[in-house]
């Protein structure tokens, strides 16, 4: 990777020095405020909000969540370190995201012996000077090099384990994967891969965007949330042949809970106003509260698995949430997964029906019988069955549901009269 010598210079000459600052910072961690959970994507803080203008909290790096490359073609090398926000004497900010994530995992693993594996998989545009190339491409990827490249590169020296990065269906749209890890692990990745994505695309003139609709006709961002268990053993425990869909009776109880209160979820996972452009019928995204096996309009899609050359189905085995987007928090996106699947599993639910063909098609009658809600169809009806769902909002402490319902309400007023062209190009400005 070419860089100038100066700034090579500079980075090893500080490198000693800033590790030791890195460690001694990580013990007390560095101030933040409370009132910056009410910060909008538009650079205000959201007034009045529960917090005013006094507090303080601290940011605690957790420095085995340090995100660091070279690679980026940045002057200086790229370093995200992942951490919790606690009160100032080092218990837990009822405000945190990544601890809600880390104690709905706990709360599982004590209630069941379950670990989630979990992997984050997502899709942005390019505004490049590039031209033209047919969707999906070797000439729509190869038209942007080194993108590719550069990009598998500073996400592997980051220790992200990227898998592919693939030009994908729309115009100018990408998709990277990365290695399924531990659930905590995966939600750190998800927020490196957006930002080390952005600079590899900055470094070379470009603009990446992550947002769930760069226009409305344009095919939607996704962000496909794969989850999978093991037991106390470490072995798979997501998969049964002999079930259904390959469902174990623990994953479908789990699967049962998540489409009951994905209405409620939504708001969560597909957080802003233009996110609903976006889960629409026939958009290969979500609409419905849906179960099924390798199809890509359900919320809830059984991803395959290879069995080429004998391989194990059972490690490969998972669910894809894909009512989510990167205008949601990773961290509460699957904390919210989590605990829905919870409650799934301590009512000890029945398999939900795995559904074939097309909601928009069959009768209302129909529908109900399979258990098909449409979701939310506009950020405030989804904020409406936030506080409608009693059980949801019980997973968090009352103050932090006042703050992401009187954000996100306050986000819709900003919007308002704004049409759906408008919306996108504000956020694909944004995120
Ligand atoms: N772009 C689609 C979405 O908005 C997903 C397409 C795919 O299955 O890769 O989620
Ligand atoms: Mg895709």
Redesign the pocket.
Known sequence: MPSSPPTFRRSRAAAPSSKSKLQKIAATGVGWLQANLSLTPFNSIVDPNPWGSSGDVRLIPDLNARFRTALTGSPTPFDMVAGNIVELDGSPWVGCTRTMLSDALAELKAATGLSVIAAF?H?FHIEGDFGPAHSMSLAALRRADPFAANLIAALAEAGVAPEVVIA???TD?F?VTCEPADALAAADRAVAIREITREVARCAGWRASFA?KIAPDA??????IHFSFVDEAGKPATYDPAQPGGLSSRTASFCAGVLRHLPAITAMTAASVSSYY?LKPH????SYTWLADRD?EASLRICPTVTIGGRDPARQYNIEY?AA?ATGNPYLSLAAIVRAGLEGLKAKLPAPPLVTGDPTQMSAAERKKLGLVRLPETLPAALDALVADKTVTGWFAPVFVETFVGLKRHETERLAGLDPVAVCDLYRTLY
Do not use: T
């Not at 095919?219 to 496909?224: A, I, L, Q, T």
């Not at 958009?283 to 979500?286: D, K, Y």
């Open positions: 998989e899709e994908e269906f729309g749209q998709e769930p095919v939607g961002n996704g962000v496909h976006r958009s290969w995204s979500s890509r894909r987007d």
